[in-house]
C-alpha cells in the first residue's frame, strides 16, 4: 500500500492529471472561439462553415466524407489557434528568460563591443576587464 501511495503522491502524475484538467477545459475554450467566430469568418468567405451534409453514395452505402472534411479543418483551426495564441507566446518568453540567465557574453565599459564574460583583455580595444 506505501507504494501504491508513493506512486500517486509523486509530482509527475500530479502535474500530468492537472494538465489534462486544464487541457480539457482549454479544449472547450478552443472550441467555443472556433464554433463563435472562426467558422462565421469561413462562412462569410466560403459560404458554408459546416460541411457534414456531403456525402457520396455507391452500391447502396453512403460514405459522409463531409464529416471528415468539417473535423479536419477544425483540427487545423483549433491547432493554428494553439500554436499562435499558447505555443509560440511560450516559446518567446522562455527564450528571453533563459538568454538573460545563459549570457555568454557581456558590454565592454570602454568600446560597447562584445566580450565573452570570462575575458579578462577587450578584444577590440584591449582594455583590461574584471572578470565577471
Do not use: H, W
Amino acid at each position: 500500500m506505501s507504494g501504491f501511495k508513493k506512486f500517486l503522491l509523486r509530482g509527475n502524475l500530479i502535474e500530468l492529471a492537472v494538465a489534462v484538467v486544464i487541457g480539457a477545459a482549454f479544449t472547450g475554450l478552443v472550441n467555443a472561439l472556433v464554433k463563435s467566430f472562426i467558422e462565421p469568418l469561413i462562412a462569410l468567405i466560403g459560404g458554408q462553415p459546416d460541411f457534414s451534409g456531403l456525402a457520396v453514395t455507391i452500391g447502396g452505402t453512403k460514405f459522409p466524407y463531409g464529416v471528415f472534411i468539417t473535423a479536419a479543418i477544425s483540427f487545423l483551426i483549433i491547432a493554428a489557434v494553439v500554436y499562435f495564441l499558447v505555443v509560440l507566446p511560450t516559446t518567446k518568453l522562455l527564450e528571453r528568460l533563459t538568454r538573460a540567465e545563459e549570457a555568454g557574453e557581456r558590454e565592454c565599459p570602454e568600446c560597447r563591443s562584445e566580450v565573452p564574460v570570462k575575458a579578462t583583455r577587450c578584444r577590440f580595444c584591449t582594455s583590461s576587464l574584471v572578470p565577471a
